[in-house]
C-alpha cells in the first residue's frame, strides 16, 4: 500500500476554503479542534495554523473563549463587499482591455460550457464554485496580481454573505447567463457593455439579499463528509 502523506495547515485550509466556497459551511459554524482533528486526521498544532491562514482571509474569525467559527459578515459589511467588487471587478475588466485575444476568449467559452455541464448534471455543490470562478477568470486577463489576490478574498466573502443572507431556495445568486452575456460583449469588443453587465450582475446578486433570515449553522461532520485522511 502507498504512503499517503498527512494533511499540511495548507490542505486543511484548502478544505474549509472549499467548502465555504461551496455553501457547505454555513456562517457562524463552530470549528472546534477536537472534531477536525479528528476528521482530517492531524494533530491541534496543524489545526491551529489553518485557523491562522483562514484568519487571515476573514474566513474564519478567532474569539477568546469562544473559539474558532466562520465569519459572519454583517448587513454593512455585506454592502461593502459588494461596493469593492463591483469597483475591483470593472478596474480589472478596464486594466485588460487590449489584453484579452482569442486565446482568453476561448478559456472563458470553455469554462461558461463547465458551469452549464455542471448545472445541466445536478452538481451544485461544483456550479457554485464555477460561478465564483469565472470571475477570477475573468479578472486574471487584466495581469494585476494584486489585485486579483483581493478580489480572491471578495469572492469568498461574497460566498459567507450570501450563504448567510441569500434566499434558502437558491444554491447560488449567481446567474450563468449573465456570464454569457459578459462574454459575448468581450467578444464583439464592446468593453464598455461587457463593464455595464459585469457591475450590473453584481448589482443583481446583491439585491436579492434579505438581512433579517440568517442561516443555520452547519454540521462539521456532514460537511467533510468526503474528505479522506492517510
Given at each position: 500500500?502507498?504512503?499517503?502523506?498527512?494533511?499540511?495547515?495548507?490542505?486543511?485550509?484548502?478544505?474549509?476554503?472549499?467548502?465555504?466556497?461551496e455553501?457547505?459551511?454555513?456562517p457562524?459554524?463552530?470549528?472546534?479542534?477536537?472534531?477536525?482533528?479528528?476528521?482530517?486526521?492531524?494533530?491541534?498544532?496543524?489545526?491551529?495554523?489553518?485557523?491562522?491562514?483562514?484568519?487571515?482571509?476573514?474566513?474564519?474569525?478567532?474569539?477568546?473563549?469562544?473559539?474558532?467559527?466562520?465569519?459572519?459578515?454583517?448587513?454593512?459589511e455585506?454592502?461593502?463587499?459588494?461596493?469593492?467588487?463591483?469597483?475591483?471587478?470593472?478596474?480589472?475588466?478596464e486594466?485588460?482591455?487590449?489584453?484579452?485575444?482569442?486565446?482568453?476568449l476561448?478559456?472563458?467559452?470553455?469554462?461558461?460550457?463547465?458551469?452549464?455541464?455542471?448545472?445541466?448534471?445536478?452538481n451544485?455543490?461544483?456550479?457554485?464554485?464555477?460561478?465564483?470562478?469565472?470571475?477570477?477568470?475573468?479578472?486574471?486577463?487584466?495581469?494585476?496580481?494584486?489585485?486579483?489576490?483581493?478580489?480572491?478574498?471578495?469572492?469568498?466573502?461574497?460566498?459567507?454573505i450570501?450563504?448567510?443572507?441569500?434566499?434558502?431556495?437558491?444554491?447560488?445568486?449567481?446567474?450563468?447567463?449573465?456570464?454569457?452575456?459578459?462574454?459575448?460583449?468581450?467578444?464583439?469588443?464592446?468593453?464598455?457593455?461587457?463593464?455595464?453587465?459585469?457591475?450590473?450582475?453584481?448589482?443583481?446578486?446583491?439585491?436579492?439579499?434579505?438581512?433579517?433570515?440568517?442561516h443555520?449553522?452547519?454540521?462539521?461532520?456532514?460537511?467533510f463528509?468526503?474528505?479522506?485522511?492517510?
Amino acid at each position: 500500500m502507498a504512503n499517503t502523506a498527512p494533511m499540511t495547515e495548507e490542505d486543511v485550509c484548502a478544505h474549509i476554503r472549499d467548502s465555504v466556497l461551496e455553501r457547505r459551511l454555513a456562517p457562524g459554524t463552530k470549528l472546534t479542534e477536537e472534531s477536525l482533528c479528528a476528521i482530517f486526521g492531524v494533530g491541534r498544532t496543524t489545526i491551529r495554523r489553518a485557523f491562522l491562514l483562514l484568519k487571515r482571509d476573514n474566513i474564519v474569525e478567532l474569539q477568546r473563549n469562544r473559539g474558532a467559527m466562520i465569519a459572519s459578515p454583517s448587513p454593512e459589511e455585506a454592502q461593502q463587499v459588494f461596493e469593492s467588487r463591483r469597483l475591483v471587478e470593472k478596474a480589472l475588466l478596464e486594466q485588460s482591455i487590449g489584453k484579452i485575444n482569442t486565446a482568453s476568449l476561448e478559456e472563458l467559452e470553455a469554462h461558461l460550457k463547465e458551469e452549464q455541464s455542471a448545472l445541466a448534471s445536478g452538481n451544485i455543490a461544483r456550479w457554485i464554485r464555477l460561478t465564483g470562478e469565472f470571475h477570477m477568470h475573468l479578472a486574471r486577463q487584466a495581469g494585476n496580481e494584486i489585485m486579483l489576490a483581493f478580489l480572491e478574498q471578495l469572492i469568498f466573502q461574497t460566498s459567507l454573505i450570501v450563504a448567510l443572507y441569500g434566499p434558502s431556495n437558491s444554491g447560488s445568486n449567481c446567474n450563468g447567463d449573465d456570464h454569457r452575456n459578459i462574454v459575448e460583449a468581450l467578444n464583439s469588443g464592446d468593453f464598455g457593455c461587457a463593464s455595464r453587465l459585469l457591475v450590473h450582475h453584481l448589482q443583481e446578486i446583491e439585491s436579492q439579499l434579505v438581512f433579517d433570515s440568517p442561516h443555520e449553522a452547519d454540521d462539521l461532520q456532514a460537511a467533510f463528509a468526503n474528505v479522506r485522511t492517510a
